[in-house]
């Protein structure tokens, strides 16, 4: 399977009559095929069970450098699992290139479901998102806390992982000073998400720093409390 075959196959799925309503929808300049993602799902799905993980890695390398939206869609599903055997290190530092080509929600939201499995596999890659929480790029600056999102959905958490939780919650305090639309909406994701498993950290939470939050990731955090 090569890059220009994963293509193919996305084509061969497409609607070219969709391409221009969902390039308007996720605002994006990127080529768009028109593929669903049901399709886009069936077709990772086929090449995970064919293929090795460094065969895996090299086509979603390829996917992405296409530029295609839905080819990038493809490669970060290609890399989204739990457990990578014998070692994921190719495919995290393949996925940190990735980071500052982010443009839109819809592929860095994938992406970070790729990377939040590699960080919850190693809670030291905190080191590496905590990095990004100072970028000047939104996008990069957002999937600090949406690759860090999975600590906010364990229900019960081990030691270590509370300490994690807390670190970026920690970010996110310091996010509430950013009025971006999309850094509020991150904040008020990861604490509604947090609120299901410990409603009172999330209050404590809002009581020290909703005044600096916008009322819309107010609400967002407060839905489930």
Same mark, same amino acid.
């Given at each position: 399977?090569?890059?220009?075959? $994963? =293509?193919?196959?996305?084509?061969? #799925? @497409?609607?070219?009559?969709? *391409?221009?309503?969902? %390039? !308007?929808?996720?605002? /994006?300049?990127?080529?768009?095929?028109?593929?669903?993602?049901?399709?886009?799902?069936?077709?990772?799905?086929?090449?995970?069970?064919?293929?090795?993980?460094?065969?895996?890695? $090299? =086509?979603?390398?390829?996917?992405? #450098? @296409?530029?295609?939206?839905? *080819?990038?869609?493809? %490669? !970060?599903?290609?890399? /989204?699992?739990?457990?990578?055997?014998?070692?994921?290190?190719?495919?995290?530092?393949?996925?940190?290139?990735?980071?500052?080509?982010?443009?839109?929600?819809?592929?860095?939201?994938?992406?970070?479901?790729?990377?939040?499995?590699?960080?919850?596999?190693?809670?030291?890659?905190?080191d590496t998102l905590e990095g990004w929480t100072t970028s000047d790029h939104l996008w990069t600056k957002r999937a600090a806390l949406v690759a860090a999102l999975p600590l906010a959905r364990l229900s019960i958490p081990k030691p270590e992982e509370i300490a994690a939780r807390e670190r970026v919650l920690g970010w996110a305090a310091g996010y509430t000073q950013d009025g971006a639309w999309f850094i509020q909406k991150a904040v008020g994701w990861w604490l509604r998400d947090l609120s299901k498993h410990d409603a009172d950290r999330v209050r404590a939470f809002l009581d020290a720093h909703s005044g600096a939050m916008k009322p819309f990731a107010v609400r967002e955090a407060s839905k489930y409390l």
């Open positions: 399977m090569t890059p220009e075959d $994963a =293509l193919s196959a996305l084509r061969a #799925q @497409s609607d070219p009559e969709r *391409a221009p309503g969902m %390039a !308007a929808y996720h605002k /994006t300049d990127r080529p768009c095929l028109g593929t669903p993602n049901p399709a886009i799902n069936d077709l990772v799905k086929d090449w995970r069970q064919d293929l090795s993980l460094p065969e895996r890695t $090299a =086509l979603a390398d390829g996917l992405w #450098q @296409s530029g295609v939206f839905e *080819a990038r869609i493809a %490669a !970060a599903k290609l890399l /989204t699992q739990a457990r990578m055997r014998p070692s994921d290190t190719a495919a995290w530092d393949l996925m940190l290139t990735w980071v500052p080509e982010f443009d839109g929600w819809a592929i860095a939201d994938h992406a970070c479901s790729a990377l939040s499995r590699r960080v919850m596999a190693d809670l030291t890659r905190l």
